[in-house]
T-cell receptor, first 112, second 117 residues
């Protein structure tokens, strides 16, 4: 069955640096991959979607890469700010329907 | 952007009682909504897919008689946890598909923290 792995250890970085989060998956070839942000006690918020035929996508300070050979996506936040502190979730499409399967997420802490 | 409203934000109930959670799409029509459950430090787990005007599709291992889903209109889906027990305590989150363009992205409600005593 589909398996999504995100680094379970929290990532602590200094303000202004680039944060890089990793999402690896197995046993599946997704048509697209998405990244969401989740704050404590809140529902996830959509950030970016990248399709299988796209290598990279950018939105403001965010960048996502998608390597279907390595079965990996990297999520970058440049010029990070304390307000970027949250848990970031990687999500893949399922074989049918529009529901998503989510990874456990990686907690990011940006310190001043 | 699309807004999905979920109520209540939190609920505390006694074991054996039933709890209803509402999920509304405020500025768009959602023919399909999804209900997820999340335990602390765990990933979101899909419970069921709610389709307007038809029966919900439940994921394997989710008891459909315990988690009743009703999607009576294009803007409202409800999840009722019947005869709740302490093990049902969790964070329940609904989501809806964006109906146009990138229909693959989901918009989530703010979640409901259920605590069963």
């Amino acid at each position: 069955s589909q398996k999504i792995e995100q680094n379970s250890e929290a990532l602590n970085i200094q303000e202004g640096k680039t944060a890089t989060l990793t999402c690896n998956y197995t046993n599946y070839s997704p048509a697209y991959l998405q990244w969401y942000r989740q704050d404590p006690g809140r529902g996830p918020v959509f950030l970016l979607l990248i399709r299988e035929n796209e290598k990279e996508k950018r939105k403001e300070r965010l960048k996502v890469t998608f390597d279907t050979t390595l079965k990996q996506s990297l999520f970058h936040i440049t010029a990070s700010q304390p307000a970027d502190s949250a848990t970031y979730l990687c999500a893949l499409d399922r074989a049918s329907g529009y529901a998503l399967n989510f990874g456990k997420g990686t907690s990011l802490l940006v310190t001043p | 952007g699309a807004v999905v409203s979920q109520h209540p934000s939190w609920v505390i109930c006694k074991s054996g009682t039933s709890v209803k959670i509402e999920c509304r799409s405020l500025d768009f029509q959602a023919t399909t909504m999804f209900w997820y459950r999340q335990f602390p430090k765990q990933s979101l787990m899909l419970m069921a897919t709610s389709n307007e005007g038809s029966k919900a599709t439940y994921e394997q291992g989710v008891e459909k008689d315990k988690f009743l889903i009703n999607h009576a209109s294009l803007t409202l889906s409800t999840l009722t946890v019947t005869s709740a027990h302490p093990e049902d305590s969790s964070f329940y989150i609904c989501s809806a598909r964006w109906p146009r363009g990138d229909g693959e992205k989901l918009f989530f409600g703010s979640g409901t923290q259920l605590s069963v005593l």
